[in-house]
C-alpha cells in the first residue's frame, strides 16, 4: 500500500515503528504458507515481502496478519493493498529502492529505508536465501541509479519537497538564501530531523533551534549544525511552545505517539515580530502536527496529506531521460537477479542427478569386480576411469544445457529445464501485478480447495 494506492489516513494506520515492524515479520513466520518476511514502512507506504508456497492462501494470511496489526478491517485492506508476484515482485522492491516509485520521484531517503528494513530482518532473523538475495540486489540497483543516472537532480528527498512547498506558498522560493535571517526550529534527532537541519542550513537558514525528548541527542545534532557553520541552540522539549514563538518555521520528525504541537501550544503567538506566518511542516507517520493548528490565523501546516495534493496537482516534473535512464538499469538488474535465481533454483536438481549417477558407478563397478575376480588392479583401475568418463561426458551437456536454460528461461521450474530438453510442450508460469481485491478471498479459497 503506497501513496499511490491510498488515502493519507489508511497509510497512518497501518504505519509501523522498528518494534511493531519486529513482531508483524515474526506473526507473518507463524503462518503456514509463509516461511520469511521483509516490511518497509515509510510515511509513503507499508510493503510486506514474503515468500510463499502457496500464492492466494499467502496474500490472504498476509491481509489477515495486517488486519490484527493495524485494526484496519479486511474489506478496506484488500480495496487499497496492490500485490507483486515473482519477477513483478523483485522490480518492485528495485524501483522502490531506486526512489523511482517515491511521491517525489529520486529522492534517496528511500534506499536508506530498505536499507534499514532489511537490516532489522536480519536481526530478528525474518529473511531467509531468497529475501537476502532480492534486498542485496535492489540495494546494488538504487546505488546504480544514483550513481550512473540524474535522477537525484529531481529531488533529493521528502524533506525538500515539503520545504519548497512551504516557500512557495510563503512567496520565498525565487531567493538564492530564502531564509537569509530566518530562525527555524527541529522538532527530533533522528534521520529526518538530521535532513532537515541540513536542508534548512543550505537554504540559508540564520540559526536552528533544536528540542528533542532525549536532550543528548539535540545536543549532539546542534553541534553538527555549528560544525557546519549554522549556528544552533538547544530547547528541553517541554519548552518547545516557547521556541515557536522565536522562530518563522517549525519542522517536526519525531514519530511520536502524542501531538509535538497542538493549538494550545500556539497561544502565545500574538506578540511574534516577524513577518511571515509561522509555517508548520510535519514530516512523520504518524502524524506529529494537529490538523487543527491549520485554522489558526497566521499560521501555514504542510503536512503528508497536502504533499500528496500537491504532487496530485503535478509537483512531480522529473525529467523523462533520469528515469529511462534508470529503468533501463533496473531492467539490466532484474535480468540478472532473475536468471540467478533460476539457476540456483535447479542447481539442486543437477546436483542430485550427479550424485545419482556417481551411486550408479559405484553399483556398478562393484558388481563388475565380483564377476571378474582375475582382473588385476591396472585393469580395473582403466576401467573404472573409462566409466566415469563416459558418464561425465553423458552428463556435461544435459547440465550446461539445464543450467542455461534456466538463465534465460522465465520460468523456475524442473518441469521448463525437461520440456526443453526433450522436446516437450507445456506452459509458463505468469508473473503478476494485480490489485489485492481482484484475488478470492478466504472464504472463497476455502470452498474451491473442499470442491476440489
Do not use: W
Not at 3 to 24: G, I, W
Not at 57 to 66: A, F, I, K
Not at 284 to 305: C, F, H, K, Q, W
Request: glycine share 6%; charged share 25%.
Amino acid at each position: 500500500m503506497s501513496h499511490r494506492s491510498a488515502p493519507v489516513a489508511l497509510l497512518e494506520r497501518l504505519s509501523m515503528d522498528d518494534d511493531v515492524r519486529d513482531s508483524t515479520a515474526l506473526a507473518l513466520l507463524e503462518r503456514p504458507s509463509l516461511s520469511e518476511a521483509m516490511i518497509i514502512s515509510t510515511c509513503n507506504r507499508l510493503e510486506v515481502y514474503t515468500v510463499t508456497n502457496s500464492f492466494h492462501t499467502g496474500v490472504q494470511e498476509v491481509v489477515e496478519v495486517l488486519h490484527k496489526v493495524s485494526g484496519v478491517d479486511i474489506d478496506t485492506l484488500r480495496g487499497y493493498l496492490y500485490v507483486r508476484y515473482a519477477d513483478a515482485a523483485a522490480e518492485h522492491m528495485m524501483v522502490v529502492a531506486s526512489g523511482l516509485d517515491s511521491m517525489v520521484v529520486g529522492e534517496q531517503q528511500i534506499i536508506g529505508q530498505v536499507r534499514t528494513a532489511y537490516q532489522r530482518a536480519v536481526e530478528c532473523k525474518s529473511v531467509g536465501p531468497a529475501l537476502h538475495a532480492l534486498a542485496q540486489s535492489a540495494l546494488h540497483t538504487g546505488k546504480r541509479v544514483h550513481s550512473e543516472t540524474d535522477i537525484d537532480d529531481a529531488g533529493a528527498s521528502m524533506v525538500s519537497f515539503a520545504v519548497d512547498e512551504a516557500l512557495h506558498h510563503l512567496g520565498l522560493s525565487h531567493e538564492v538564501t530564502p531564509l537569509a535571517g530566518r530562525r527555524a526550529l527541529i522538532l527530533g534527532a533522528g534521520a529526518m530531523a538530521s535532513l532537515a537541519a541540513t536542508h534548512l542550513g543550505r537554504l540559508g537558514v540564520e540559526e536552528l533551534v533544536i528540542s528533542n525528548r532525549t536532550r543528548s541527542r539535540a545536543e549532539r545534532l546542534a553541534e553538527h549544525s555549528r560544525e557546519a557553520g549554522v549556528p544552533a541552540q538547544v530547547f528541553d522539549f517541554d519548552d518547545r511552545a516557547e521556541a515557536l514563538k522565536i522562530v518563522d518555521i517549525a519542522v517536526s520528525a519525531t514519530g511520536a505517539d502524542n501531538f509535538t504541537i497542538t493549538p494550545q501550544d500556539l497561544d502565545g503567538l500574538a506578540g511574534r515580530s516577524s513577518d511571515l506566518p509561522l509555517t508548520l511542516i510535519d514530516l512523520s507517520m504518524p502524524r506529529d502536527i494537529d490538523d487543527d493548528t491549520a485554522g489558526i490565523p497566521g499560521v501555514y501546516l504542510v503536512n503528508i496529506e497536502r504533499l500528496h495534493r500537491a504532487h496530485e496537482l503535478g509537483a512531480d516534473d522529473v525529467d523523462d531521460r533520469g528515469q529511462r535512464d534508470a529503468m533501463r538499469i533496473v531492467r539490466e538488474e532484474l535480468d540478472e537477479f532473475s536468471s540467478a535465481q533460476r539457476v540456483r533454483d535447479v542447481v539442486p536438481a543437477v546436483s542430485a542427478l550427479r550424485r545419482h549417477a556417481a551411486t550408479l558407478i559405484e553399483d556398478e563397478l562393484t558388481r563388475l569386480r565380483g564377476r571378474t575376480p582375475a582382473m588385476d588392479d591396472g585393469d580395473f583401475e582403466e576401467v573404472t576411469r573409462t566409466v566415469r568418463r563416459v558418464v561425465d561426458k553423458l552428463l556435461h551437456q544435459p547440465t550446461v544445457k539445464v543450467k542455461e536454460l534456466a538463465a534465460e528461461s522465465g520460468v523456475v521450474s524442473y518441469e521448463s529445464a525437461l520440456q526443453e530438453l526433450f522436446g516437450l510442450k507445456g506452459e509458463c508460469r505468469r508473473h503478476i501485478s494485480v490489485d489485492v481485491a481482484e484475488l478470492p478471498d478466504a472464504e472463497q479459497i476455502r470452498r474451491s480447495a473442499t470442491e476440489n
